[in-house]
């Protein structure tokens, strides 16, 4: 059973900065691509960054030069690391592999 866990979230002032970790456990072979997602209320879920297996990442538009994605020393975790936060930034944070999602962890970031 692969299971991905987020933690880090939580309420912050705008231009504040936060760091999210997910941590995976269970069997993955190889080092794999690791994904950040976010939800808004009332919105869908979208892309915000990625990491491969080279370690070249991906970051959407709208996080590009706030929000940085790296993996920790150990390979089953990945981190995402957001600073300058916005008021549009506030949603529901998820890291994805593998056909696997975790259950969120809730950025809120206050005007």
């Known amino acids: 059973q692969v299971q991905l866990v987020e933690s880090g979230g939580g309420l912050v002032q705008a231009g504040g900065s936060l760091s999210l970790s997910c941590t995976v456990s269970g069997k993955i072979l190889g080092i794999n691509s690791r994904y950040w997602y976010r939800q808004a209320p009332g919105k869908e879920r979208e892309f915000v960054a990625s990491?491969?297996?080279?370690?070249?990442?991906v970051l959407a538009d709208s996080v590009k030069g706030r929000f940085a994605i790296s993996r920790g020393t150990a390979e089953n975790t990945v981190y995402l690391e957001m600073r300058s936060l916005k008021p549009e930034d506030r949603a529901v944070y998820y890291c994805?592999?593998?056909?696997?999602w975790g259950r969120g962890t809730q950025v809120t970031v206050s005007s």
């Open positions: 990491i491969d297996s080279s370690g070249t990442t």
């Open positions: 994805y592999l593998k056909g696997f």
